[in-house]
């Protein structure tokens, strides 16, 4: 699509015209992207970003990007990206031809679970109990264990505040939960936002009302906890061990084999191997040693 084409929508005069392949943060691993800049505080990292194509800023900041080969100018960038997006997702084909709804018939789908009737595989020997629900963009493998409650394909929190009302960020992306996974009752795992896949490895398992946002990426055998929240965009190594009610922000890598004891908070990446504790958490026997030294 080109700026040109969404222009008016938008309220933005194009500077200079060019074709974008997605949208997405700063930080989304995508190519030929479209991001936004609101204001000259977020200048410097902007013109870092790895994939842009074009650039949507306020009419002041067009000068700090020369090099960029789409530009356009609108007096509010964030709002009209989050519109941009709302568009994209709810009325063209952006992220991908609908496709009809396949269940593999040797899937066992409880008469009330809720299945959306496009854009959801489910693979063969599934299972779906009762008052699962399953959205758009969601690819079940095979051999998974969908419990009782539990939601796929949810929209994450994505909120922005705009004058007295509060948009809610579109999502595009799907949900991959790959074979042999099991979901245990009212977990919630969330869709991507832009065209990515908040993917489930082989074989973990999501505890009672776990929440996985948007496009977590949670390798092999990992087991995460009741209750545990993990936020999005963090990357899950294989064969982790995340507590009950454990809290990971977004953005951060989590190491293979690494274990998040019950009820830690954690806001920094975490290495292979590595027990972390506490809130905030630390490295587990730093936290032991603290704790004994208070005692």
């Known amino acids: ?55 949507l800023c306020t009419p002041e900041l067009a000068s700090c990007f020369p090099n960029v080969e789409g530009l356009a100018t609108t007096a509010d960038p ?42 959801v595989r489910v693979g063969p020997n599934t299972v779906v109990e ?39 960020m579109a999502h595009g992306g799907g949900l991959c939960v790959q074979d042999n996974v099991e979901i245990f009752a009212n977990a919630v795992i969330a869709r991507s936002v832009f065209r990515q896949m908040t993917t489930l490895g082989e074989h973990s398992r999501i505890g009672n009302g776990a929440f996985v946002s948007h496009n977590v990426q949670l390798g092999k055998r990992c087991f995460v906890g009741h209750n545990s929240t993990i936020n999005g965009n963090t990357t899950v190594g294989d064969d982790v061990w995340i507590g009950p009610s454990a809290t990971i922000s977004n953005l951060l890598r989590i190491g293979d084999r690494s274990r998040i004891s019950l009820g830690a908070v954690v806001i920094q990446s975490v290495p292979a191997d590595a027990h972390v504790t ?18």
């Open 130 to 168: 009762a008052n699962v629900v399953i959205g758009e963009g969601s690819l079940i493998g095979a051999g998974v264990h969908v419990r009782a409650g539990s939601i796929l394909g949810a929209e994450g929190f994505q909120p922005a505040r705009h004058l007295d009302e509060v948009l809610q």
């Open 78 to 119: 964030r709002i009209a990206f989050f519109r941009l997006q709302q568009f994209l997702v709810e009325d063209t084909s952006f992220y991908g031809a609908p496709f009809p709804t396949e269940i593999h018939s040797s899937a066992q789908i409880h008469p009330r679970a809720w299945i959306a009737t496009s854009n």
């Open 1 to 55: 699509m080109r700026l040109s084409e969404m222009a008016s929508r938008l309220q933005a005069t194009v500077v200079r015209d060019a074709e974008f392949l997605n949208l997405g943060f700063f930080f989304d691993d995508l190519p030929d992207k479209l991001i936004f800049v609101m204001a000259p505080g977020f200048v410097s990292a902007a013109q870092k970003v790895i994939g842009t194509k074009c650039v």
């Open 278 to 295: 506490g809130m905030t958490a630390l490295e587990h026997r730093r936290m032991l040693r603290h704790v004994a030294s208070i005692g």
